[in-house]
Nanobody, 119 residues
Framework: QVQVVESGGGLVQAGGSLRLSCTAS????????TDWYRQAPEKQREWVAG???SGVTSVTGRFTVSRDNAKNAVNLEIDNLEPEDTGTYYC?????????????????WGPGTQVTVSS
């Protein structure tokens, strides 16, 4: 099985920066795409930023997605945090698993990490 877990959330002040990490673990798999989503209280989950499996860095406004090969992680850095950035941040990983020679697609969400931005 492939497991995905996020880390790095916490309480931060507006104007600061925060780095979240998404780590996928398991055996015999490859990643096609990693995306970050967030869900604010009483709102729908929304896409934040993402990167293909072969990517190194992707910038979308205040959000930078980067790969940390040493930790086998994909990071999301948020600059100039705003109270509106408060929410639970989720990592979604899509790819292929090799199960006895057969490649099968997977689409897995992590449990999320909470980010709270104080004004």
């Amino acid at each position: 099985q492939v497991q995905v877990v996020e880390s790095g959330g916490g309480l931060v002040q507006a104007g600061g920066s925060l780095r979240l990490s998404c780590t996928a673990s398991g055996s015999s798999f490859s990643i096609d795409h990693t995306d970050w989503y967030r869900q604010a209280p009483e709102k729908q989950r929304e896409w934040v930023a993402g990167m293909p499996g072969s990517g190194v860095t992707s910038v979308t406004g205040r959000f930078t997605v980067s790969r940390d090969n040493a930790k086998n992680a994909v990071n999301l850095e948020i600059d100039n945090l705003e109270p509106e950035d408060t929410g639970t941040y989720y990592c979604n990983v899509r790819g292929l698993r090799n199960i006895r020679g057969t490649l099968l697609p997977f689409n897995i969400w992590g449990p999320g990490t909470q980010v709270t931005v104080s004004s």
